[in-house]
């Protein structure tokens, strides 16, 4: 008896490692990620360095490229868009400097990877993305996740998503030639935006609305796809 109590405890044992080592959940691969391309890079926010542990960015690309998703590189999404490398995310992110009960807007959904991230540092995320698909896929996925606090349209960023402004924080994930006015009038007084700006050579800038003034200060040079104005979308071939 218990000899058969013993086994039985070991069997549940084995299982348990088993499934551990074969959930393909990635958790190793995240930690990793964090420590040695990331916090090792400069990231010291420790909420963000979490989110970053913790959200499944496999999850988040296409299937055969699952094996890359914890590599520091951009990937395809489709649409010739791509899901951002993963310290460009956490910079991004703690740069912002996001606080829990924050209403945050993101333009450029893609695949839903940034979105998450923000999701788990603030109270709610309003997002827009210009192409259908991917706005309709993003947001399928974060509910299947079980993401609560994310709020996904298909539109064109360049227009905000004015009926939930003014926001803490906007964070544009595709570059725009300039600044966008109207995103910058969606922002709280106090507010930040992070937005890459410029066409073949961009650079990063944090902006920050303080008493009607604007202060830009620019952080790094970047590579984004480009920021596409509605009235591309809408000519199409005759
Ligand atoms: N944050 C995304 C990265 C997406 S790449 C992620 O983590 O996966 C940039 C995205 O911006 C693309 O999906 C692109 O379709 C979208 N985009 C480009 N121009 C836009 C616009 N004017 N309005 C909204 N989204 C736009």
């Known amino acids: 008896m218990k000899k058969a109590i013993l086994s ?55 299937p055969e490229y699952r094996k890359l998703a914890y590599e520091d590189y ?16 956490a910079f991004m992110t703690e740069a912002a400097d996001l606080k829990p009960a924050d ?7 893609g695949s839903g990877y940034q979105t998450a991230i923000l999701s788990k540092l603030v109270d709610k995320v309003y997002s ?9 896929n993003a947001e399928e996925r974060l509910d299947r996740l079980g993401y609560k606090n994310i709020f996904i349209k298909c539109a064109d960023g360049y227009k905000g998503w004015p009926e939930h402004a003014p926001y803490d924080a906007i964070i544009v994930t595709a570059a725009p030639e300039e600044i966008p006015g109207t995103l910058v009038d969606q922002l709280k007084d106090g507010g930040v935006m992070i937005v890459p700006v410029g066409s073949y050579y961009q650079e990063l800038y944090r902006v920050i609305k303080k008493g009607g003034v604007l202060h830009k200060e620019v952080l790094m040079p970047v590579r984004f796809v480009p920021m596409i104005r509605g009235v591309d979308v809408a000519i199409g071939p005759p």
Do not use: C, W
């Open 128 to 136: 827009v993305e210009i192409i259908e698909p991917l706005a309709r």
């Open 8 to 62: 039985g405890a070991g069997f549940i044992l084995a299982l348990l490692f088993i499934t551990r080592v074969f959930s393909g959940d990635y958790q190793r691969e995240r930690n990793e990620m964090v420590e040695t391309r990331i916090a090792s890079r400069g990231v010291k926010n420790e909420r963000v360095l979490k989110a970053m542990r913790d959200v499944p960015r496999h999850l988040f690309v296409p």
């Open 103 to 109: 209403k945050v807007l993101e333009i450029g959904t």
């Open 74 to 89: 951009p990937l395809s999404i489709g649409h010739s868009q791509t899901i951002s490398q993963p310290y460009i995310v």
